[in-house]
């Protein structure tokens, strides 16, 4: 049976946010950096600029990605379903159990839909994304109720430069 006040909250947006200690905080802002980096690689090739790294258990960076859509073609090519693919590549296995996800931009509902199926643990993200952001800001899809598996959420944890540089992109597109 589903709990009704979970339900409620998953539909409203609230999520559940790991607490997390100040060594862990430190190292979420090492990779969130490296994440931006990958970020400013997309950016470079005239996408979104959107990076995503994949750690470990032991915090080694396993995987990168940056949105690939109009270089593939390919509208589901996020930053977040790159680097979940290349960290199954890199693992030898599509369960990502004892993996935490990067990422500079809030994930979309797809994105999030991979990180369940992909048994992310854990996902950090750098800003909030006040259109389809689907781990807290206009629901969490991360940690509803009826599904088996459920991500931690630790987010946002650097929003004015994860955020600027999309903004700046897209002001960018719009002269």
């Known amino acids: 049976m589903i709990n009704l006040f979970a339900l409620w909250t998953c539909l409203r947006g609230y999520a559940i946010i790991k607490k997390i200690s100040r060594r862990m905080a ?5 990779f969130m950096r490296e994440a931006l980096k990958e970020a400013e690689k997309a950016l470079a090739e005239g996408e979104v600029p959107i990076g995503a790294v994949v750690i470990d258990k032991d915090g080694n960076i ?9 270089r593939t073609h390919d509208a589901a090519a996020h930053a977040e379903i790159v680097a979940i693919k290349a960290a199954g590549e890199y693992l030898h296995n599509w369960r990502l159990t004892d993996c935490t996800l990067y990422v500079t931009m809030e994930p979309c ?10 048994r992310i ?8 994304e006040y ?8 629901l969490n899809l991360l940690q509803f109720p009826a599904f088996e598996h459920n991500v931690l959420i630790t987010g946002p944890i650097m929003p004015e430069e994860c955020a600027k540089i999309v903004s700046d992109f897209f ?4 002269k």
């Open 121 to 128: 643990k854990r996902v950090v993200y750098g800003a909030n």
């Open 26 to 30: 430190m190292d979420d802002l090492y």
């Open 131 to 138: 259109r389809y952001g689907a781990a807290g800001t206009l």
């Open 62 to 70: 396993i995987a990168r990605g940056h949105n690939m859509c109009e």
């Open 171 to 174: 002001q960018e597109r719009r």
């Open 109 to 118: 509902p797809m994105c999030c839909g991979a990180m369940i199926n992909a």
